[in-house]
């Protein structure tokens, strides 16, 4: 130290002149030796322009796709099709700016006025919505890498059943909620964090991650798509916007003459099999259970937000500020453990003690309402999930289930019908 | 037959090429994961061996051995990291590359495979009793998991909530004794007389951070300084009201009639107004509810070591508190014509105050006070020793001073911010002088003004204006060489300051003639004489400009190249003193009252 | 029965496009009632920036991460947090404000005896840090980025001993600009934010970089 004491004294000493900078310690020398300075580089990102690109892909890829599974109807366009997704969206962009990711940026700057959403993110958002109001989920046969991803290794589906089919399906519910509360109250946007390819596409992750794709990825040989299935909480949006769409692949290009032969080509569960019992219940019992179910809506509605608002100290438990406050208030007493950086930066900050609290307590309102929500919206998916299953449109003919179906085109290649020809 | 036999074979070796590569991948992922345990589980570069060998030299500083030790230890140790990150890295690309065989293997044998459906089972009649199963099971995992929310929340359960609730109603209380106690503490050196303390206000100003500084959105929200948040005459605030009548009381909220006199204009911070108010024998700050327009307190400041006994002889034009307070959310600043500068926390009591020295100013000191950060900021251009000062706004303590070679004026400061830094920029015969609010360092200086200069600055887009009678009206470019950008003497004022919006320059002179020019090019757009003599400076607020004039009419304009009135409503009450913005309301200082307009 | 289904699923279709189109609109187009922004400070860190119509304000709506040196405490999570393996946060040195110290705390284990360059004085662990002579007294130090694991040691040693000149950075080349920073979400001093893409470093100490930087207020820890 008493080098560094000297030196300081030796340095004020030499250069007696005021530096153009904010006061320092050690002025800056006066190079004699005709040093020049070098340059703090300092690297720019990726130019502005190009994620417009993506947006132009994005607008494309959709394009291409629509008409590919409408008019083209070939399963092995669709393959390349995402084969490219996957090669642009996966592995060129690493997986970001994605669609799935969107919903929390958008639920964000609803929420958080002060939030700047750039408008790709939100075109990202808005337009697989908008193709599939049109044309189904085609977005989900070849524009998400992800869903190429898990295509390109489903080499042994099995058929799940329809009870594991109805219960991992209330999963993306829970999720898509989940993630809305997360991002809204500013929390976290848990969706990327644990977004199980971009570590893929990246070649860099966590363990866990890197274990968690593992998993999903030879599950996904035997189980076709278990993200899209049971976890990807955009696809909810798709599902529900699918089941409207104006347009939507068909597995017969003419006229579906019943010969079973794509009954079982689906690997996703989504082909309806035509009809061939009559309803056990009589039609009087099913309305009466239909209108209990009715009636029971809020009741349920109440009973999910009630018992999510119990949990909310809980998920609130995550949140920075919820966090600082519980450790300013129960310091750690470990002897070994030195104060923890979060209780040394507050410190250092000199914020007082009461706003901390305040700001968390702000947090934890903010949770308890979040999380009523979140709760009402779980019982009401319950009761419609319930309401869903006693009714059943008829349909004579093979077709694909429009808020399941991927729009993914195997099936197409299982009819024997030719196309009338105009 | 003869046509499956090549691709039968075909498809044997891709089966066996795919078996290997997925051997292969498998023993690539087993060397990955150990390699990836052993980085986790002895990190090189935090090495026990190492540590131990550093203790071992710093107990014996001269042993070259253990240096010797030290230094190969760290390289092996370094060695070993990047050859294992090098190891992890290769690794991964070799289980893609590999994966990547398996998936191309399989999908051409996809490919060629004929695909030939499989015959479809029998129909089975079992629709609706697994959609009535399916029902069952979907109830019965709402039930689990409500129940298990329940179990898990009476687990978790530690009230957290409840407890912050109690701390901080235990906190609050604590701190606002503390806060009292500080002040009781000097008060015995100030024995201010606090008229009314509302116990409400008590609490709201123990929560009120007394350390520090506002953000910019906080005075952006507020109205801190004599003409806005930055003394430049913009404000941000939103949903001003257009219309209002004084004598009618139409859109006016309050109106409370002011203790003592003064030109000073009202400052605005969350629920309170301040204002300053002297005569020859008393001076002091006053408090009004924004809600109720009541006088929360009133402080006299008096016994300030060093003040001098007379008040000085002022024109009454300019009075004894000309100078417009400014607050940073903490405290309110006021500084009157004898030197005497306070510092007033929001409960009234004085925190602080100096007298600066009597100012040598034949007019009247009038110079507003401004803050920056945790400094207040005084110009005290007087004759002979003219000087700009920064005193920490929680102590008073003098920051910086530096001193000023111009001649006596009126103006107030601005602070601008440049894009690169902050500039508080100052004008008074001969010059506008910039300077670093927080170092007090001059940045750079212009001649480009003359004579007895009252009107402050403007500031738009990296252009500062400086204007005064018989002088001329100069657009200053700034930065570390600034020139002068345009020219122009047809116009001048001697008491309102300008205002500039992105593109526009609007004047307005004390004769009452509103020009607006183009505030790059200086081409002149439009005149309006309104016919009566305008002292308050014009405000822009909302998008659109506020002119009060002297009858107290406010000449309310869009932001254009043409003159387009939107409404010139009255206050009824004459006024010299220029309007404050604040959550869609105005406050308007008139000869005798404060009024508070708002929809 | 068929003309109803299809009626109903047009009429939904019709509500679920407005409900889009209302949505999109609603965030593009918000805020931007305003005809006015106040340049001065405006430009700056205006919340108003997504909405503004000046030609400035169009560099202040792309966002990257980047942390503020001011803030950093030198915890170390950076080295460990990010999704990049090695962090894209690393140690930059902004000349302009180095002091060419002989005894530079940032690459000298506090305790040392003998300046040199030997890898017992070193604090770097992985020797990222080059020190060469200038003359006399002066010396330069430059980082190695590819060295560099961004764990902050040196910059805790030079923002305590020296003049701050190492400050940790988010370098743009190597950060994959995450929707979420996964390093904002354990920092315990909340440093991270998201700062416009056209200004995306945030140096501390040099003019006033720290205090005007441009930085879009992003609500709460930068989220």
Known sequence: MKTLRLLIFLVLL????????????????????????????????????????????????????????????????????????????GFYREGCVCAIGSIQNVSL?????????????????????????????????????????????????????????????????????????????????????????????????????????????????????????????????????????????????????????????????????????????????????????????????????????????????????????????????????????????????????????????????????????????????????????????????????????????????????????? | MEYFKPSAKLVGLLNRIALSAGLFAFVICLLILVNYYQLKRSDPLNSPALKVLVEKMRSNPDDEQVKLEIRELDLLARKAFFTNRWQIRTGGYLLIFSILIIVICLKTIELIKPKIPETPGSVTATFWSERLLNRKWITYTGISLVLVSVVFAYLTHDQLGDQLERVTGKTAGKSSNQVTMDL????????????????????????????????????????????????????????????????????????????????????????????????????????FDVATGKILWETPIEKIPGSPAQSPKVNAETGLAAPTCATDGRRVYAIFANGDLAALDFTGKVSWSKNLGLPKNHYGHSSSLITYHDLLIVQYDQSGDANVMAFNGKTGQRVWETSRDVKVSWSSPILVNTGKRVELILVAEPNMVAYAPATGKELWRIDCISGEVGPSAAYSDGIAFSVNEYSK?????????????????????????????????????????????????????????????????????????????????????????????????????????????????????GDKNLYCIGK | MQDRRSFINLFVRGSFLTGLAFLSGALILRKKEGEFCGLDFGCNRCDKSESCNLPEASLYRETVWQLDPAKCIQCGRCATSCVMTPSAVKCTHVYAMCGYCDLCGGYLKPDTKNISTAAENQLCPTNAIKRKFVEEPFFEYEIDEALCIGCGKCVKGCSAFGNGSLQLQVRHNRCQNCNQCSIARVCPSDAYSRVPASKPYLLKGIEQDSTTAPKINLGEKGV
């Open chain 1, 14 to 89: 030499s250069t007696i002149q005021t530096s153009t900078y904010a006061i320092q310690r050690f002025p800056k020398p006066e190079f004699e030796s005709g040093y020049t300075q070098p340059q703090t580089l300092m690297p720019h990102g990726r130019a502005e322009i190009l994620s417009y690109l993506d947006v132009a892909v994005l607008i494309i890829a959709l394009t291409f796709i629509s008409w590919v599974i409408i008019r083209k109807r070939s399963r092995n366009w669709v393959f390349w099709t995402s084969m490219f997704s996957l090669a642009y969206f």
């Open chain 1, 109 to 422: 700057a609803l929420f958080d006025s002060s939030y700047v959403i750039p408008v790709t993110v939100i075109a990202f958002f808005i337009l697989p919505l908008v193709y599939t109001l049109l044309f189904g989920r085609t977005f989900c046969a070849g524009v998400c890498p992800f869903g190429a991803m898990q295509d390109l290794v489903a080499f042994r589906p099995q058929k799940l059943g329809t009870r594991l089919n109805a219960i991992l399906g209330i999963i993306p519910y829970l999720y898509l909620g989940l993630a809305i509360l997360y991002a809204a109250t500013g929390t976290d946007f848990i969706i990327c964090r644990y977004d199980p390819f971009v570590g893929i596409f990246r070649l860099n992750a966590s363990f866990g991650m890197f274990f968690f794709a593992g998993t999903l990825l030879v599950s996904g040989i035997f189980i076709a798509r278990p993200y899209c299935r049971f976890l990807c909480p955009y696809g909810v949006l798709l599902n529900w916007f699918s089941r409207f769409s104006r347009q939507h692949m068909t597995i017969t290009p003419a006229h579906c003459i019943q010969c079973r032969l794509c009954e079982n080509s689906c690997p996703y569960d989504a082909i309806e099999i035509p009809l061939t019992e009559k309803n056990p219940e009589n039609r009087k019992t099913r309305v009466k259970k239909l209108i209990i179910i009715i009636f029971l809506l809020p009741l349920l509605t109440f009973t999910g937000g009630w018992t999510a608002s119990l949990l909310h100290t809980s998920l609130a438990g995550v949140h920075s500020k919820v966090k600082l406050a519980r450790q300013v208030l129960h310091p750690v007493k470990d002897e070994k453990q030195a104060e923890t950086f979060e209780i040394q930066a507050y410190k250092s900050s000199g914020k007082p003690e009461a706003q901390v609290y305040q700001e968390a307590l702000v947090v934890l309102e903010r949770f308890k309402t979040g999380s009523w929500w979140v709760g009402s919206f779980m019982g009401l998916v319950f009761g419609l999930l319930i309401a869903g299953k006693m009714l059943k449109k008829y349909d004579p003919d093979y077709v694909p289930n429009k808020g399941r179906c991927f729009s993914c085109a195997k099936c197409v290649d299982y009819c024997p019908v030719k196309p009338e020809k105009n």
């Open chain 2, 184 to 287: 009781a503490g000097s008060t015995d050196e100030n024995p201010a007389k606090v008229t009314t303390v509302e116990s409400s206000i008590k609490t709201d100003s123990a929560i009120v951070n007394l350390d520090g500084y506002p953000s910019q959105q906080e005075l952006n929200s507020n109205f801190p300084y004599f003409r806005g948040p930055f003394s430049t005459g913009l404000t941000f605030q939103k949903n001003i009201p257009t219309s209002w009548d004084g004598k009618s009381g139409k859109n006016i909220k309050w109106k409370t009639a002011v203790p003592l006199p003064g030109y000073n204009s009202p400052v605005v911070w969350n629920d309170k107004v301040f204002l300053a108010g002297a005569n020859a024998s008393k001076k002091e700050v006053v408090c």
């Open chain 2, 473 to 589: 009206l100069a657009a200053v470019q700034v930065g570390d060489t600034p020139k002068v950008l345009w020219e122009s003497d047809e116009f001048m004022s001697d008491i309102p300051s300008p205002v500039a919006s992105a593109n526009y320059l609007f004047l307005a002179t004390s004769y009452g003639t509103m020009i607006c020019y183009d505030a790059k090019s200086g081409n002149k757009y439009w005149e309006k004489d309104f016919g009566t003599p305008i002292f308050a400076s014009p405000m822009i607020a909302d998008g659109k400009v506020f002119a009060l004039d002297k009858k107290g009419i406010m000449h309310i304009f869009r932001i254009d190249k043409t003159y387009t009135s939107i409404s010139d409503p009255p206050l009824g009450e004459s006024s010299v003193c220029t309007p404050a913005f604040a959550d869609g309301r105005i406050f308007i200082r």
